[in-house]
T-cell receptor, first 114, second 113 residues
Framework: QKEVEQNSGPLSVPEGAIASLNCTYS??????FFWYRQYSGKSPELIMS????GDKEDGRFTAQLNKASQYVSLLIRDSQPSDSATYLC??????????????FGKGTKLSVIP | DTGVTQSPTHLIKTRGQQVTLRCSPI?????VSWYQQVLGQGPQFIFQ???????GRGNFPDRFSARQFPNYSSELNVNALLLGDSALYLC????????????FGNGTRLTVT
């Protein structure tokens, strides 16, 4: 079973702290990895993409990828109450016949406490 | 640029009825994917269409069908609705068939009573 696993949380952090969100995936051949943010009642919004091992920074967000460990993470520095949302990890997993499906984890709910 | 547009926003149907959801991708995007999201879960893949051909299908019954038109817009049809079909239906578009990030529309909230 091809899967993307996330800790569902909730994860609570104080305002200004670093929030760390983690994700593991089952397909060793996966090459494309994404983090989406979803506010309650809204649709997912792409916030980060990463394709190579290592870190990728964009503002307060850093995505980290370790293909050998099949692990991808998202760090949010200086967390703000507006960061309170569900964060979805998404990975392209091979589905056969040359096709890949973007497969989502269940999401981690983050609450930033003022 | 206009993002992915979906219609309708909300829909209430009765068990056994049929529903059609519509999606227009971002201009220049040739791939459209459909996802179902129930409360507390991540989006579940239903279909992907690229250049008007089905390129992927998730683990959904044959009551679910879709198509893509020459202008790359897409429709998702669900027949013989069940209570369990109540969910947020998300359409996403991307430039290519695989590897490119998906950009989601605002979704259609379907309630089956």
């Amino acid at each position: 079973q091809k899967e993307v696993e996330q800790n569902s949380g909730p994860l609570s952090v104080p305002e200004g702290a670093i929030a760390s969100l983690n994700c593991t995936y089952s397909d060793r051949g996966s090459q494309s990895f994404f983090w989406y943010r979803q506010y309650s009642g809204k649709s997912p919004e792409l916030i980060m993409s990463i394709y190579s091992n290592g870190d990728k920074e964009d503002g307060r967000f850093t995505a980290q990828l370790n293909k050998a460990s099949q692990y991808v993470s998202l760090l949010i520095r200086d967390s703000q109450p507006s960061d309170s949302a569900t964060y979805l990890c998404a990975v392209f997993l091979y589905s056969g016949a040359g096709s890949y499906q973007l497969t989502f984890g269940k999401g981690t709910k983050l609450s930033v406490i003022p | 640029d206009t993002g992915v547009t979906q219609s309708p926003t909300h829909l209430i149907k009765t068990r056994g009825q049929q529903v059609t959801l519509r999606c227009s991708p971002i201009s220049g995007h040739k791939s459209v994917s459909w996802y179902q999201q129930v409360l507390g879960q991540g989006p579940q893949f239903i279909f992907q269409y690229y250049e008007k051909e089905e390129r992927g299908r998730g683990n959904f019954p044959d009551r679910f069908s879709a198509r893509q038109f020459p202008n790359y817009s897409s429709e998702l049809n669900v027949n013989a609705l069940l209570l369990g079909d109540s969910a947020l239906y998300l359409c996403a578009s991307s430039l290519g068939q695989g590897g490119s990030p998906l950009h989601f529309g605002n979704g259609t909230r379907l309630t089956v009573t």
